[in-house]
């Protein structure tokens, strides 16, 4: 997959995944903003929405194209397991950073794989898929950027989000915010804060 991968000077490493339409340098400044010293890959979806990059295919806004999304979610589960062998990295130090449809991968990752990372920034995700059972999470640290007017990520599907993932023991803190799907620079500090005192 197209990617970046910027060495840091601690363990940690920053998995960042764009919205639709974005690509691999979008979220950078982001991860200089939650930690400067971790290490970052940064990856552009496979996928390709009239010229924008995406992480998977959709039918439509808001309804995922599951066949592609479970083929997607195992490429980039793979992807991330040759990164740490070519880049020398742990494969258990990896914390997701995902916006939108970025995070929505993220989450799928979670839903498929068990423990595919060490903790998970999603912001404004949605629930990826339903009707599945989930691996177990145990102590897993979720933080969850969302809007309580966002008018693709409802309020109602984060609660749903929440309560998916809390149940099989990760521990969510959800962070709301009143400025639609947005990825403001407050839900990015308030995430920052939280990755402080969890990762
Ligand atoms: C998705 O398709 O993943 C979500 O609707 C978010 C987005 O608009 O990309």
Redesign the pocket.
């Known amino acids: 997959m197209e990617h970046v991968f910027n060495q840091g000077k601690s363990s940690n490493v920053l998995l960042l995944l764009h919205?639709?339409?974005g690509n691999e340098k979008d979220l950078l400044p982001l991860a200089e903003m939650i930690d400067g010293e971790a290490s970052v890959l940064s990856v552009r979806g496979n996928v390709s929405e009239q010229g924008m990059p995406?992480?998977?295919k959709?039918l439509r806004?808001?309804?995922?194209d599951e066949e592609d999304l479970l083929f997607r979610t195992e490429e980039l589960h793979q992807f991330i397991d040759w990164a740490a062998t070519e880049y020398g990295f742990s494969r258990n130090e990896v914390i997701a950073v995902g916006y939108?449809?970025?995070?929505?991968?993220a989450g799928s990752l979670l839903f498929h794989y068990e423990q595919p990372f060490k903790g998970a920034i999603l912001f404004?995700p949605?629930v990826?898929r339903r009707g599945v059972s989930l691996p177990t999470m145990s102590n897993l640290p979720v933080f969850i950027g969302a809007g309580s007017n966002d008018p693709?990520?409802a309020p109602e599907e984060t609660k749903e989000l929440d309560q998916l993932l809390s149940k099989e023991g990760a521990h969510v803190t959800v962070h709301w915010e009143q400025n639609g799907?947005q990825l403001t620079k407050q839900e990015v500090e308030s995430a920052r804060d939280w990755y402080q005192e969890k990762l």
């Open positions: 919205g639709t339409g995406r992480f998977f959709r806004e808001g309804v995922f939108s449809n970025g995070a929505n991968i404004h949605m990826p693709i990520c799907h």
